[in-house]
């Protein structure tokens, strides 16, 4: 019965979403800009999660928040797995960011051990310039290069359902990119944009 009702809830998020236009001449350009305030994380004992880098196969699964703060060497391993592994370096992961990775699966119905698999975390400056001047939808200030955004998929769940339960949550930027089924979320100004 569970699974039924999050079948319907996600077909209704769908259903809701299939208006607006969509062009390549969108492409990265802002749709909306939100204001008011931000959302704050769910108030809970403890957060786990799971992440894996799918392309290295790099895996961690740990609780990051118990009794009231964030474990330092939980976050430490976060930060590993996010690195920039065209640049190797390892930034520091704001972790309110995680936090709203755990609450969209909490959202979703999902249990604890869905794993999110990671395609971009934290970017070097000279990464995303690089990426910028391959024409790849990167902005200039983007805020993986203060490792406040993130790009994920979790495996057969449909991105834009993901992207559509993020941006009921207030938190930041959302946006889907269809042609690789993932989902960019940030802890920054609560906006969303068009992507290929």
Not at 29 to 48: C, I, M, N, S
Not at 69 to 80: C, G, I, L
């Amino acid at each position: 019965m569970k699974r039924f009702v999050l079948v319907l809830m996600v077909l209704g998020v769908l259903g809701g979403c299939s208006g607006g236009e969509r062009s390549s001449g969108m492409a990265g350009k802002l749709v909306k800009q939100y204001g008011g305030e931000k959302t704050r994380p769910d108030k809970v004992a403890e957060r786990f999660v799971v992440l894996l880098h799918p392309h290295s196969g790099e895996k961690v699964s740990l609780t990051y928040y118990e009794k009231g703060r964030y474990d330092a060497k939980a976050m430490q391993a976060v930060d590993r797995l996010f690195r920039d592994r065209n640049a190797n370096v390892t930034g520091k992961i704001d972790p309110e960011l995680i936090d709203c990775m755990v609450d969209i699966r909490t959202r979703l119905g999902l249990p604890p051990t869905v794993v999110f698999e990671i395609l971009s975390g934290y970017r070097a400056n000279g990464t995303n310039e690089q990426l910028r001047a391959a024409g790849k939808q990167a902005a200039k200030e983007s805020l993986h290069k203060y490792g406040l955004a993130v790009d994920f998929r979790i495996k057969n769940v449909n991105g834009k359902a993901i992207a559509e339960i993020a941006k009921t949550m207030q938190r930041g930027g959302v946006s889907f990119y269809p042609s690789s089924n993932h989902v960019h979320v940030d802890i920054g100004n609560i906006r969303t944009w068009a992507t290929r």
